[in-house]
């Protein structure tokens, strides 16, 4: 897949979820997945500067991702580095900063712990009480001083998606908010981003935490048309979301090289309309709710 805004690159039909690799995963394992993943022809990876195990370990994730980009056996250009900014941590504290001087500091931090420059920077989490124009002004300023090649969104609604392309000049390349069977507010950005060029990669797309796991369970339209394709459940739910829009990425997220092979059944499983007429009016769980 090519998007508008970012032309020069082939996104693979799904991602890679990074941040599972943060937690229980030994270090080479972490490693040995991801280069498992880019061996199949995923060609994006998802990070984030906060994915880390503690407080003093800011960037955890981020320097797994960087180590997989150096070990893996093919090309650097070949694989698109996302990562996101605009979280901060102190102790078990919360809380949200897109200053522009944070998210500067911040992405020279990402560029550090990655150890090469990100194909992208996304502003992680909106913080409503400070100037979005002034972070999307931010993070021009971060990419023409050559710490990303092209700047992103998370977790925003509509209305800041379109301020921020206005704010932008158009040149918004990523959106990433939470989308699945679980959730599905903010339907119009993914229309949006088919019109704009603009890549959408829906996270936690099989619902996160143990729901992930049930999914068949929880959402039974998903297993029945599991059951017809010969397939899990959680296959159908990436390929519904693929089908949803031409430029939707799923970033479902691996700990075992076991789960991204079920996964990547999905790449073979083409739903007819009727199925995608089901699955879109089956019923969604509680999800969270925007602007969170």
Known sequence: MRVD?????????????????????????AVAVLTHAFDVGLTLVDTADIYSPSAETVGHNERIVGDA??????????????????????????WRDNSPEWMLRAAEHSNEALGLTPDCIAVHRINRDQSLVDCIEGMVAIRDRGLTRSIGLSNVTQAEFDVAWEVSEGS?????????????????IIDSCAERGVLYLPWSPLGGGDEAARLG??????????????????????????????TVVPVPGFRRLATLNDALTSLSVHLTSDEMATLNAS??????????
């Open 217 to 246: 369970e929880l959402y039974p339209a998903f297993a029945d048309v599991a059951q017809h394709h010969g397939v899990s459940a959680q296959a159908v739910a990436l390929a519904w979301l693929r089908a949803l829009g031409s």
């Open 283 to 292: 019923p969604q769980g509680p999800g969270s709710v925007y602007p969170d």
């Open 69 to 94: 980009v150096r070990a893996w056996a093919g090309e650097r250009q070949k694989i698109f580095v996302l990562t996101k900014n605009g979280l901060r941590r102190n102790g078990e504290d919360w």
């Open 172 to 188: 918004i390349v990523v959106v990433e908010n939470e989308y699945s069977p679980r959730f599905r507010t903010e339907r119009s």
């Open 5 to 29: 805004t970012f032309p020069s690159f082939e996104f693979s039909a799904i991602g890679i979820g990074a941040m599972p690799l943060s937690w229980d995963v030994a270090h080479d394992d």
